[in-house]
């Protein structure tokens, strides 16, 4: 699997992870959206999904957008070798303090640490 293909699926899965929590498990949109998030995962390299379980055990995401020149989750400045690395499009790394999945956001992306649906386009006021 190549890292854009990781990328997406880890971000999926933290999207639909924060979706799940805020419906009842045995609606209608529970279990489609447990449907979607076994899929997935089915997808994923299961050393990926080990790490991804271990960083969200506390409910917290396993991934975050790099933001200016540091982690979106912990606020670390990262080094420049690594930032360099991930704003190559598709790549993402790991943070040194946090140990988040990080990627950086292209030009025409916002800059807002909230996780939002990869798919999901943005609103233009």
Same mark, same amino acid.
């Given at each position: 699997?190549?890292?854009?293909?990781?990328?997406?699926?880890?971000? #999926?899965?933290?999207?639909? %992870?924060?979706?799940?929590?805020?419906?009842?498990?045995?609606?209608?949109?529970g279990? *489609? !959206?447990? =449907?979607?998030?076994?899929?997935?995962?089915?997808?994923?390299?299961?050393?990926?999904?080990?790490?991804?379980?271990?960083?969200?055990?506390?409910?917290?995401? #396993?991934?975050?957008?790099? %933001?200016?020149?540091?982690?979106?989750?912990?606020?670390?400045?990262?080094?420049?070798? *690594? !930032?360099? =690395?991930?704003?190559?499009?598709g790549?993402?790394?790991?943070?040194?303090?946090c140990?988040?999945?990080?990627?950086?956001?292209?030009?025409s992306?916002?800059?807002?640490?909230?996780?939002?649906?990869?798919?999901?386009?943005?609103?233009h006021?």
């Amino acid at each position: 699997m190549y890292s854009a293909e990781v990328l997406s699926q880890l971000r #999926s899965l933290n999207w639909l %992870t924060q979706e799940i929590r805020r419906v009842p498990t045995e609606s209608r949109e529970g279990v *489609l !959206l447990q =449907s979607q998030m076994d899929a997935v995962r089915s997808r994923l390299p299961d050393s990926i999904l080990d790490y991804h379980d271990r960083l969200t055990v506390d409910g917290k995401p #396993s991934a975050a957008q790099v %933001t200016g020149d540091a982690c979106g989750g912990c606020g670390t400045k990262l080094p420049p070798n *690594l !930032l360099e =690395s991930l704003r190559l499009p598709g790549r993402f790394g790991v943070c040194p303090q946090c140990g988040l999945f990080l990627w950086a956001a292209d030009a025409s992306s916002s800059t807002n640490r909230q996780l939002k649906h990869p798919t999901a386009k943005a609103s233009h006021a």
